[in-house]
Structure formats: structure tokens, C-alpha cells
């Protein structure tokens, strides 16, 4: 497969202000990312690692008060190839010292009119997004049908009602929902968390958009409809060739269905690259965050020899106050005494190791 | 009998049944006898806006002065200068039905307006509002209708029109309330996704879909209200004045023959508000409690 990039993002920084705190939290520091066409590139990390909020930075998505100062995000779709922050240096003023950001002024209005202007053919239309709760991403008043043929109405060249409806009627049989007819008149309270699941992947899919982001897909969900709901995944994903962006902090999700990996922590990409090599166990190159994760995993055999779960020690990083070195070096088990000074001073950039294979690691520089 | 079709489902139960069939009966007998107040109240505009009446209600007839119900020709008996009651009671709906009317209409339009501005954008336009809508509800209504008819006019469209304004506050906390409800679950942000545009966003998704039968229930309030306002200003004489009918300047009127044992000439009248303001209530509530499911949980 020729690799043609849909999503390039590029040193995206999304930082709130938090007022009593008088600080930034900086959720999304310097992320870059790559979407090839055709394949689905997982993004894994613990709670508060700034999955969610790039996914949602990358649809403009987080309010303008606070929110993304910084970055390139290209879009290069069939139809459309555009900077999705386009314009974004005209209003927000940076003012850095010692290459750190102190102080974001915005021309918060300006900028949401400019988002608005960028976003409105991209929305919906080129980038979908599913969210992490299913049943309230639906309009709880409104027949699920409906907001599949709304979906429908506004993206795609449909003329009439009636054919929409029909279209909408083939997704969810495609979504594999049981007696389509029937489901297309109920609400969402009627509906268990799976279905809506599928419902919001029906109304994601209906509009035929070049990249689908999913927000872990999967939460929420007991095991034997997560399962399922993976299935599906995969099976669109073989059947369509969609492009997705997906979500998760359950890697055993991640390993199943995507090409790619970025494992993130703190906001930044750790380890960047293809599933195979990033997520095996035998990975020659591998940050120790990634690895920390990995044995964190249960398995059948730590059951069966009684052994108790491997955590990772410490707390998740606080996004207000990033140390100067490595993020992950106060949890981090492999630093060594010759990478100490290293480790604790400096931030390791994202380096290749292999073919395509990322690593923001000291153990890797020399 | 209740019936509940099972589906696959943990979130709540679902019912195919349509929303009358689940109802409390007791609602449906509300709703019911409201929907019955309001028809006779409409079809007896419709009959007095084109004089289709039994008698001509000004046509004083000192024949027939304080005529008892039941009199030939006077169903509901004749008042103090020998005119109909029934004619009088129908035409005197003319006396607030448009006024109200357009007093519901002005607070639901702009408070949900108001109420949307500050819901949906929120922050400082929230704070703005509020405050605003809250120097409007301090003032004493009642007061505010006398500066007004001293100021201008006693008439009812200028009191109908400081009964619309001073409704909206309430309409305004009302739709506020509920849009930073449904913020809350992420569906508008999952419209936003989509690509739905601000105005369907907001006129589709969140005012039909999740307003109207609020909206609703407000405009059979609101319609209560002000009939309530209408009347009782008629009766101290700064509403309609005489000799234009309204049911509240007929209760004025004849409750001077109250004590000699003519009890008609303000009872129907007066009953007429009791049971009018009864059906606009009860069909608000019985709507509430229907559409809005408040006694199921």
C-alpha cells in the first residue's frame, strides 16, 4: 500500500488555563501524527494523556477560549487538502521565554468565526467522529432513524427523504443491528449501549468521510458486546477501507485493529510506529513507558501462577507542572545512573529507530 | 392496562405503545377536560368575532331587567339593564383571547431567544442575561401594569403587553435550564461533529425536539395567567371598560345584585373564569406530566 498520509499533525499544543491555579494544563503538548490512507492508526494512553482532546482539537471541537494555540493540522482527502488550523497565528499571540509559553493572548470570537469558516465542509463530511458515550451522543428525543437520515441529508448528494431513509435503512443493517425497521423509530433510551454504539458508527459512516475517529469505542461496554463491537470495526474496516483514527486506552483493542500505534503520555507521543513492532513483545526498540504498559496487561498465565498484576509506580503526569527532562522519568523503571542527568534535565525528542518506528527515549540516542 | 413490549436493553424500558395509550389516566381526564375548555373558548371567539350570538349583547331590554336563568330567550338569565348574559359571557372572551394571545406569544419568543443566548453560548452572555432577567422579575408585575395604564391608556394590550414581557424571565430560566441540561450528555457536541449547522443545531435538535412540550405547557400557563390578569384588572376597572363585556368588569357589575338574591349576573361570569382558568391549568399540567413523564419517576 502506498502510504499517503490523510491527517498529518503537526507539533499540535492544546493547553487550557485554569483560573484558580493560575497555570496552564498543557493536555495536548506538541503532538504529531500521522493518518495513512487505508489504514487505522491506534492512539493509546492512560486517563489524561490527551488522546481525546487531539482527536477533538483535530475537529475544532474545543472551545476557543483556552484551547489549541499551536500547531498544524493537514488534511489531504480526495476532495479537500487544507490546513485545518489555518489562520490560527492571526489570533492567538504566543509570548515564549527560554522556549517556554508564558503567556496566550486570543482573539477568542475571531478565531471561532475563522473554525467555523475552515471547519464547515470538514465536519461530518471529510473527518467523522464517534464519541465515548454512545447513548448520550444521540439526541435523546429524536427517533435514531432520523438522525442517521439527517446525517444522510446533509453530506451526501440524496434527493429525496424516502431514498435517504433507504440508505440509512442499508447502515444499520450494515452495522448489523437487528430488525433495522423496527430500531429506526426508537429512541436512544430504548436502545442498550452497544446498539447506540452502532448507531453512532452507522451515522458516522452514512455521510462517507474520509477518516472516522473513534473515541474509545469500546468504554462503557461489557466485554461480550466490547468484543463485538470490535468485530464490526474490523469488519468495516476490511469491507470499506476506511481510514481511522482510533482511540483507546485498551491496547489488546489497539492491537487488533490498527496498522499503526502512537502510545502517548502526558500529552506527547512516546512511541510511534507500526503496531507489529510497537506492540510485540520482542520489539528491539521500545520506550520503557510502552513496555510498562505491556506487563501491565492481565493475562491467563499471571492468573494461573498466582502473580499480582504489574503496575506502573507513580501517579499520571500532571499536565500543569511537565519537568524539565523526560515526563515519564519519575515512573520510569530503566533509568540508569549514566542517563540520570540525562534523563532528569532534558527532553528526548521523537527519533526514529527502525523503519518508521519512533521513540522519544534517551535509551535510543546513541 | 399497562403493556411494555421487551427489547434487548439495559437503559430503561421501552414502550411502542404510543405516549396517550401510556398515560395516567387521571392526566388524560386533565388533558381532556382542558382541551374541551380551550375548544369551547375558541369556537365562542369564532362565534362572537362574527356576531353569531343568541342576542345582541348591548341591546338593553329594562323589561327584562335581572331576568332569572332560564328565561325565554335569556338562557343564562339578563343583567342589571336587561342584557343577555350569555351573549354578554361570549363576547367577553373577545376581551382577552387575542391580548393573551399575543401576551404568550411575545414571552415564549423572546425567552426562548434569550433563554437560548444564554444557554447555548453561555459564559459572560449567560451572566449578562441573568442579571438582566432578573432586574425584570423584581419588579412588582402589578405595579408596573399601573405605571403603565397611568402612563398611557387603560387598555388591554398595553397590560397584555407588560404581562408578555414580564413572562419572559421565566421562559428565558426555563429553556436555559433545560439546553445546560442536555449540554450535559454530548449529543449537541456529536451534532457539531457531524457538521450539523448552529441554526439546525439549535431549532431542530434542541427547541423541536427537546422544547416543545415545555414550550407548550408554558403557553397554557401563560394563557391562564393571563386571563387571571385580564379579568381581575376588568374588575377594578382598569382592564375593558363598560359598556364592552368583559367577565371581569361583569362580576364587578353585578355583585351589586349579589346580596338581593340575584346571584347570576356575576356568578356566571365568575364561574366562567373558574372554570376556564381550571382548564388551562389542568391541560398544562395533565401535558407536563404526559409529555414530560414527572409521574412515572
New interface residues.
Given amino acids: 500500500m502506498t502510504a499517503v498520509p490523510i491527517l498529518k499533525i503537526e507539533d499540535l499544543r492544546t493547553y487550557f488555563h485554569s483560573r484558580s491555579k493560575q497555570a496552564f494544563i498543557r493536555s495536548v503538548d506538541g503532538v504529531s501524527l500521522e493518518v495513512m490512507k487505508g489504514e487505522t492508526l491506534g492512539v493509546v494512553g492512560e486517563s489524561g494523556s490527551g488522546k481525546s482532546v487531539t482527536a477533538l482539537s483535530v ?1 475544532g ?1 474545543i472551545g476557543a ?1 483556552p484551547g489549541v494555540i499551536s500547531g498544524k493540522i493537514g488534511l489531504k482527502s480526495d476532495r479537500i487538502q487544507k490546513n485545518l488550523l489555518e489562520g490560527l497565528e492571526d489570533f492567538v499571540k504566543l509570548t515564549t521565554r527560554d522556549g517556554k509559553i508564558m503567556e496566550v493572548s486570543k482573539d477568542v470570537l475571531g478565531w471561532e468565526r475563522n473554525a467555523e469558516r475552515v ?2 465542509k ?4 471529510e473527518i ?2 464517534t ?1 465515548q ?1 454512545p ?8 427517533p435514531v432513524g432520523k438522525q442517521i437520515t ?2 444522510i441529508r ?2 451526501t448528494s440524496t434527493k429525496t427523504e424516502q431514498e435517504a431513509k433507504e440508505r440509512a435503512l442499508s447502515w444499520l443493517h450494515r452495522v448489523k443491528i437487528d430488525s433495522p425497521r423496527l430500531r429506526f423509530d ?8 452497544g ?1 447506540c454504539q452502532r448507531i ?1 458508527i452507522a ?2 459512516l452514512a ?1 462517507e468521510p474520509s477518516l472516522l475517529i473513534t473515541d474509545e469505542p469500546t468504554t462503557g461496554l461489557d466485554a461480550t458486546i466490547q468484543s463485538k463491537i470490535v468485530d464490526l470495526l474490523g469488519e468495516l474496516k476490511s469491507e470499506l477501507g476506511i481510514t481511522t483514527m482510533l482511540i483507546s486506552h485498551d491496547i489488546s483493542i489497539i492491537s487488533q485493529l490498527s496498522d499503526s500505534v502512537a502510545v502517548m503520555y502526558g500529552g506527547t507521543v512516546f512511541e510511534y510506529g507500526p503496531t507489529k513492532e510497537v506492540l510485540s513483545k520482542r520489539g528491539n526498540s521500545k520506550h520503557p513507558y510502552t513496555s510498562a504498559l505491556l506487563a501491565s496487561i492481565p493475562s491467563a498465565q499471571n492468573i494461573t501462577e498466582k502473580r499480582y498484576l504489574q503496575a506502573i509506580e507513580g501517579d499520571v503526569l500532571d499536565t500543569i507542572n511537565i519537568p524539565e527532562g523526560c515526563r515519564f522519568y519519575s515512573r520510569c523503571s530503566r533509568v540508569m545512573e549514566k542517563f540520570r542527568e540525562r534523563c532528569a534535565g532534558h527532553e528526548p525528542d521523537l527519533r526514529e529507530t527502525g523503519s518508521g518506528h519512533k521513540v522519544r527515549c534517551w535509551l535510543y540516542f546513541d | 392496562m399497562t403493556k411494555y413490549s421487551q427489547v434487548s436493553g439495559e437503559i430503561g424500558e421501552f414502550s411502542d405503545l404510543p405516549f396517550w395509550k401510556k398515560a395516567d389516566s387521571v392526566d388524560l381526564a386533565y388533558v381532556g377536560y382542558g382541551l374541551l375548555i380551550v375548544t369551547l373558548v375558541i369556537v365562542s371567539y369564532i362565534l362572537g368575532s362574527f356576531n353569531l350570538l343568541p342576542r345582541d349583547p348591548q341591546d338593553i331590554n329594562l323589561q327584562l331587567m335581572l331576568a332569572p336563568p332560564g328565561t325565554a330567550g335569556s338562557l343564562l338569565g339578563t343583567d342589571f339593564m336587561g342584557r343577555d348574559m350569555l351573549s354578554r359571557l361570549i363576547v367577553g372572551i373577545q376581551a382577552y383571547f387575542l391580548p393573551g394571545l399575543l401576551a404568550i406569544s411575545m414571552a415564549l419568543f423572546f425567552g426562548t431567544g434569550l433563554g437560548v443566548a444564554a444557554g447555548y453560548r453561555g459564559e459572560k452572555l449567560d451572566t449578562g442575561i441573568t442579571y438582566f432577567m432578573n432586574l425584570v422579575d423584581s419588579f412588582p408585575r402589578l405595579v408596573l401594569i399601573l405605571l403603565v395604564i397611568a402612563a398611557f391608556k387603560p387598555d388591554i394590550y398595553y397590560i397584555m403587553l407588560v404581562v408578555g414581557l414580564t413572562n419572559v424571565p421565566a421562559v428565558a430560566s426555563l429553556i436555559k435550564g433545560k439546553i445546560q441540561f442536555l449540554k450535559q450528555k454530548n449529543f449537541i457536541e456529536a451534532d457539531i461533529a457531524l457538521g450539523v449547522p448552529t441554526s439546525t443545531i439549535i431549532l431542530k435538535h434542541i427547541l423541536w425536539h427537546n422544547c416543545r412540550s415545555v414550550l407548550i405547557i408554558r403557553a397554557t400557563l401563560g394563557m391562564a395567567e393571563a386571563i387571571l390578569m385580564e379579568t381581575s384588572l376588568s374588575y377594578l376597572g382598569f382592564g375593558v371598560q363598560e359598556p364592552t363585556p368583559s367577565w371581569g368588569n361583569m362580576v364587578q357589575s353585578g355583585a351589586n345584585y349579589f346580596m338581593q338574591g340575584k346571584f347570576w349576573p356575576s356568578t356566571a361570569p365568575a364561574l366562567a373564569i373558574l372554570f376556564t382558568i381550571l382548564g388551562f391549568h389542568l391541560l398544562g399540567d395533565g401535558l407536563n406530566n404526559i409529555l414530560e413523564g414527572k409521574r412515572n419517576s
Fill in positions: 475537529l471541537l477560549g471547519m464547515n470538514v465536519r461530518g463530511k467523522a467522529m464519541f458515550n447513548a448520550s451522543s444521540l439526541n435523546p428525543y429524536m439527517e446525517a446533509l453530506h426508537h429512541y436512544p433510551y430504548g436502545l442498550s449501549g446498539m453512532m451515522m458516522a455521510s
